[in-house]
């Protein structure tokens, strides 16, 4: 794999290396996009961000972070750590994919103790949308409990042909699996809310409401 590096001003207290691109500017703007962007690095013209490392003014080693991308360009893994701090690892990021182009991201943080990365949280994000493909229709959040994935919270979102959002449904974790909790269902200027009872397994509507809309001349 071919590399390019270019170096960085960041400020008057240190520098960036990045590994990624064709011009110190293009470098600059692709960091930029990073920074605001951390799940989604960015693959131009062939080019994969492959590392961003800082460091300090005195000239020692500042934070670094590493990155992997599969054969798709999408990426799979995201390593940070501090090594001018004595810290061997910050987080570690791993990005999984299935046929369906569903993504699966877990977090993991760095035990000093043991030597070895302990699980944290994880972030499943299906994609279902009918005209952007890109747009998540459903988030489920879990959390590590030391022997397990524990679930936080989970929603999922169903659209028309047109894009338009018919059905949203929230759920709650309970006795090692999902139990819906709260829907709002939309159609022809009407919305439902309902809530779900766990006793008779079924919805409850609790709060309706409608709206107009009106065409503007301009």
Not at 23 to 40: E, F, I, M, T, V
Request: charged share 15%; net charge negative; with cysteine.
């Amino acid at each position: 794999m071919r590399t390019k590096t270019y170096p960085l001003l960041y400020g008057i207290i240190g520098a960036l290396l990045v590994c990624f691109t064709t011009s110190p500017l293009a470098a600059q703007r692709d960091y930029n996009y990073y920074a605001s962007n951390p799940r989604y690095v960015p693959v131009k013209d062939g080019w994969a961000l492959d590392s961003i490392i800082g460091f300090t003014g005195a000239g020692g080693t500042g934070n670094r972070a590493y990155y992997k991308h599969d054969a798709a360009g999408r990426l799979i893994e995201e390593l940070m750590y501090t090594p001018y701090q004595g810290v061997t690892g910050l987080v570690f990021n791993q990005f999984e994919f299935d046929d369906k182009g569903n993504e699966t991201s877990i977090t993991y943080n760095w035990d000093a103790g043991t030597s070895a990365w302990i699980p944290n949280s994880k972030i499943v994000d299906s994609y279902h949308h009918p005209i952007n493909p890109n747009f998540p229709t459903g988030q489920a959040y879990y959390s590590w409990n030391g022997t397990g994935w524990v679930g936080m919270q989970k929603n999922e979102t169903e659209y028309d042909n047109s894009g338009h959002q018919t059905i949203y449904t929230s759920y709650t974790w309970a006795e090692n699996g999902w139990v819906p909790s709260m829907k709002s269902e939309s159609v022809q200027g009407e919305t439902v809310s309902s809530s779900w009872n766990q006793t008779t397994q079924s919805w409850e509507v609790y709060g309706k409401f409608r709206w107009t809309t009106t065409q503007m001349v301009m």
